[in-house]
């Protein structure tokens, strides 16, 4: 899994049978401190996060089995919204 931070979200008019209710995010891989540090992905949003939250990210075979198609097309979910993170005994990230 990765940390992530929601960009906002993609709107698809075609998509696969198995995305049809899914809403789909924009975000970007985020380091320990919450701040961008990878290029913009497309994830399925499992959770109901919004923009500029931090999120969980599992990505590959992990995220298709994390949501209801198994043989879904999914290769980045959004599992979990963040509220804090602490490493190194220090608070580095605490949701507003």
């Not at 891989?29 to 701040?35: E, F, K, M, S, V």
């Not at 599992?79 to 580095?92: A, E, M, P, Q, W």
Request: with cysteine.
């Amino acid at each position: 899994m990765i940390i992530a931070r929601v960009m906002g979200t993609a709107v698809a008019s075609a998509k696969h049978t198995a995305l049809h209710s899914s809403k789909l995010l924009v975000i970007c891989p985020a380091n320990i401190d919450g701040d961008i540090n990878g290029d913009p992905i497309l994830a399925v949003d499992l959770v109901g996060s919004g923009a500029g939250e931090l999120v969980i990210v599992s990505q590959g075979s992990s995220a298709r089995l994390a949501t209801d198609y198994k043989n879904s097309p999914v290769d980045a979910a959004v599992v979990g919204i963040l509220d804090s993170l602490h490493y190194d005994n220090k608070t580095r990230f605490r949701k507003e």
